[in-house]
């Protein structure tokens, strides 16, 4: 359970950018190749946010596709499974630009009183 370690150092992270203010909302994009549970990651943000700045922070997700560059035919292509194969002309000689990724987009702060 990964998602465990990375929602500590999320809330750490917070916790330094909140200082003594509390936070509203922490945006997260998640790629669907970075092998992470977008329902686990909020529900370990929920345990482990009790006693932190990010206590009533909500978490909101967006789910980054999976896109990859072709190097035969110069093409970028948005793929729905794990097929790297180029859309285009059909080879082999891709990379992957995004999906990979797990970061913190932004973090809201609570209005100060
Ligand atoms: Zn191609």
Known sequence: MHEYSIVQSMLDLCEK???DRKVDKVAVKIGR?????PHFLKE???VFKEETACESATMEIDI???TIV?????????????????????????EVL?????????I???EEK
């Open 64 to 66: 980054i596709d999976i």
């Open 70 to 94: 072709c190097k035969d035919c110069g093409k970028e292509a948005v793929i729905d499974s794990f097929n790297f194969f180029c859309p285009h002309c059909k080879g082999g000689n891709t």
């Open 98 to 106: 995004t999906g990979q990724e797990m970061h913190i987009d932004y």
């Open 17 to 19: 950018h909140a200082k």
């Open 44 to 46: 370990s943000f929920d």
């Open 33 to 37: 190749m970075s092998g992470i549970e």
């Open 108 to 110: 809201e702060l609570k």
